[in-house]
């Protein structure tokens, strides 16, 4: 497997989001999983360039834009949790279950501290998933190159471990969104190599559509908890 | 045209009423509005004549044909039940985009693209979980949305699995590659996991029973009568557009119909051990989800039919079982009416309703479930006595779920008026508030209900209606010819 510097930073970004809970920093880290995924792609004999004077592809343009779109949605969301919206049409009882709320994660930030305990499931969760997305482009290869096997076995694999060792909404929806590009690479890769039927414009516009849809609705989601527990912590969302 | 208008139509039609989301009448009466012309341009839909639009094929079938006129009166149903009913700030603008994507799905062609439509769907649908309706002066809540991370992290997940399977099935070659896992079964495999997700099948059923449990009746109507139905559809055209899968897959299709009819059992000793009615009813729909799954993957004459037919019923079934249990749960809004024993007395209408979709779903005649567990018991007893064993298990629970469901909430002893307490000392009758009194159902909501049995029991004795379209429709499949 040839070693690729693109490769590498979707190495690092998907398992930057993977270990690390900062909203700051792993939002930061999908988007440059995006562009390093653009950048991939566009090295990538089966993707013209076809934007000819800065020797670039419409493709790897095409994700470049829906990570500065994803990235910005779930930014803008999170830069805004604090705002409080619609609070007005609130009854009492309401307004007092939100003190309630408000009471108890303030409590649990100052109760919070940063343990190492608190990372070591995501660690290693993610050395399996590495382990396992070295192994299988040998046992069961797909794409037309080792390298981008590899990439898009190991966006989807780190995607599900966050997704399943998520302690926030947030954490879920970015782990969601990784999966997805893994899903685009693979179709970017597979459906364009010369034996199969080739890159159509459809599939590849609701794939963009469906990630920008996806940033929506989780940040539509996490403004909603937010909102209505003053957390985005899944523990609070089962309690009482 | 007329097919990106039928598509296009709802979706800006849906942006326009969000703008008007603040006046919840007249947003649900410009959305009646559309879907009447929707069904108008439907109409004029000239069937099989294909046309291709950025490398998609759009084509409506007779049998699609069918579907697109039953999503649009079921949209039109759940609009008019949202006159009467309290719903979402957002719920006509929702609905109109899930009617948008599910005609989609009907006419294109394509089943990469009709999965991704089916994950933009799953999205679309999240917003119709949390939606609380306008001015409402109590917050959302927890289990709520709890409901809709479940519903849109599992939507998510069986999205990747279809897209996984799709892009493998663009290099499958039948044959390649002796000595290795043959990608067919590995695709199938895929596609199985996804579909059995996006039809609730046990134990990939929970975001069901959170959906049915916790969010608005109406929304919940939008979420399973349409997609549950449309995704099935999905996975008739892929085994179209991929009939070498089937027969490169091996015994694929008898864990297939195994997996299914286990399900079905499972899901129906749980509506016998649920705990509330909601409950109780989401498993009765995931048992019959089951049943459809099982008739599907026998992929014969019979079971594909009886498939058909069944999620036909399951939108119908799971429309009257809903609209009519926010009637009873009218005007109070919650889940507190139907603590009572005796919704038969108190909701006639609406308790009638709910049998009779409940009869729908156990596959009772003369409802259309009867025809449909007709054909699946005939496709099952080819296969094998022991999953027809198991079917018939099946069936047994979910009636004796039903009955225990009808004793423990619809005909149980009759809730006495509670006797005045006498007056304290100083305390006039002027002092006390009014006894509280149950509305009447409303005579709207009692039409609506009528009307949906009434059309339960006339698809359910004719079935000859419906039937010879359906079964042309499978006999032209590629897979049935070739078996």
New interface residues.
């Given amino acids: 497997m040839s070693i690729d510097l693109w490769i590498i930073l979707i190495a690092i970004s998907a398992g930057g989001i993977l270990l690390l809970r900062d909203w700051r920093s792993t939002v930061g880290l999908l988007m440059l999983n995006y562009i390093a995924l653009a950048f991939l792609l566009n090295e990538q004999p089966f993707v013209p360039a076809d934007i000819a004077q800065f020797n670039f592809s419409s493709l790897a343009l095409i994700k470049i834009i829906i990570g500065i779109c994803t990235a910005l949605i779930l930014g803008v969301t999170a830069l805004t949790f604090s705002r409080d919206y619609g609070l007005e049409?609130?009854?009492e009882?309401?307004q007092a279950?939100?003190r309630r709320a408000l009471r108890a994660a303030v409590r649990q930030r100052s109760a919070e501290t940063s343990r190492l305990n608190d990372y070591i499931l995501p660690f290693w969760s993610g050395i399996a998933g590495l382990v396992a997305s070295l192994m299988l482009p040998i046992i069961y290869p797909?794409a037309p190159s080792p390298g981008l096997d590899f990439a898009w076995y190991w966006l989807?694999l780190s995607g599900v471990l966050a997704?399943a060792t998520a302690g926030d909404?947030l954490k879920?929806g970015l782990g969601?969104l990784l999966?997805?590009s893994g899903?685009d690479l693979?179709?970017s890769a597979?459906?364009s190599?010369p034996?199969?039927?080739g890159l159509?414009?459809?599939?590849l516009?609701?794939?963009s559509?469906?990630q920008i849809?996806?940033a929506?609705?989780?940040a539509?989601?996490a403004g909603?908890?937010y909102g209505?527990?003053k957390t985005l912590a899944?523990s609070e969302?089962?309690?009482? | 045209m007329l097919y990106l208008l039928l598509i296009f139509f709802p979706i800006s039609m849906a942006f326009s009423i969000f703008l008007l989301r603040r006046l919840p009448r007249i947003a649900v009466s410009l959305a009646i509005g559309t879907l009447v012309i929707e069904l108008f341009l439907a109409m004029q839909v000239r069937v099989d004549d294909p046309i291709r639009v950025l490398g998609v094929t759009l084509l409506l079938s007779p049998l699609h044909q069918i579907f697109l006129f039953l999503f649009l009166s079921i949209g039109i149903v759940t609009l008019i039940a949202a006159l009467l009913f309290p719903h979402g700030e957002n719920f006509s603008a929702t609905g109109l985009l899930i009617i948008a994507q599910t005609v989609a799905i009907l006419v294109m062609q394509d089943s990469f693209v009709t999965a991704l439509v089916l994950v933009a769907m799953g999205l679309t649908a999240v917003l119709a979980i949390v939606d609380l309706p306008v001015g409402a002066g109590v917050l959302i809540s927890r289990q709520t949305l709890v409901a809709a991370l479940k519903y849109l992290v599992l939507m998510v997940i069986a999205g990747i699995l279809l897209y996984a399977a799709y892009v493998l099935t663009d290099i499958f070659r039948p044959g390649e590659l002796p000595g290795r896992i043959s990608p067919a079964r590995f695709i199938l495999a895929l596609l199985a996991a996804g579909f059995a997700l996006r039809m609730a099948l046990t134990p990939f059923h929970t975001w069901l029973v959170d959906l049915v449990g916790y969010a608005g009746s109406l929304a919940a109507v939008l979420i399973i009568a349409l997609p549950i139905p449309a995704s099935l559809l999905v996975f008739l055209l892929t085994l179209q557009s991929f009939p070498t899968l089937i027969f490169d897959g091996g015994q694929a299709l008898n864990v297939l119909r195994i997996g299914a009819s286990i399900s079905a059992f499972l899901a129906a000793a749980l509506a016998l051990t649920a705990s509330t009615l909601r409950q109780r009813i989401a498993y009765l729909i995931t048992s019959h989800c089951g049943i459809i799954f099982y008739s599907f993957a026998s992929l014969s004459l019979a079971g594909l039919s009886g498939a058909m037919f069944g999620v036909i019923n399951l939108a119908l079934a799971v429309t009257t079982i809903l609209i009519s249990l926010e009637m009873i749960e009218y005007p109070t809004g919650g889940p507190s009416e139907p603590a009572h024993t005796d919704l038969l007395w108190r909701r006639p209408i609406a308790s009638t309703g709910l049998l009779g979709g409940g009869l729908a779903l156990i596959g009772w005649l003369p409802l259309p479930g009867g025809t449909s567990y007709l054909l699946t018991l005939q496709a099952a007893a080819k296969a094998g006595w022991g999953e027809l064993f198991v079917l018939l298990i099946a069936m047994i629970l979910a009636t004796l779920a039903l009955v225990q469901l009808t004793v423990q909430y619809l005909i149980g002893p009759r809730t006495r008026t509670p006797v005045p307490e006498s007056l304290l000392l100083g305390e006039t009758e002027v002092d006390r508030p009014p006894p509280m009194r149950l509305p009447r159902e409303p005579w709207g909501a009692r039409w609506l209900i009528g009307s949906l049995l009434v059309t339960m029991l006339i698809i359910g004795i004719f079935p000859s209606l419906l039937l010879p379209t359906i079964e042309a429709a499978v006999r032209s499949l590629a897979v049935i010819s070739a078996m």
């Fill in positions: 049409g609130l009854d009882f309401g279950e939100l797909i989807v997704m909404v879920i969601m999966c997805m899903i693979l179709y597979v459906v190599s034996t199969a039927s159509k414009i459809m599939p516009l609701l794939l559509v469906v849809l996806l929506l609705a989780v539509y989601l909603l908890v209505r527990l899944i969302l089962y309690r009482g």
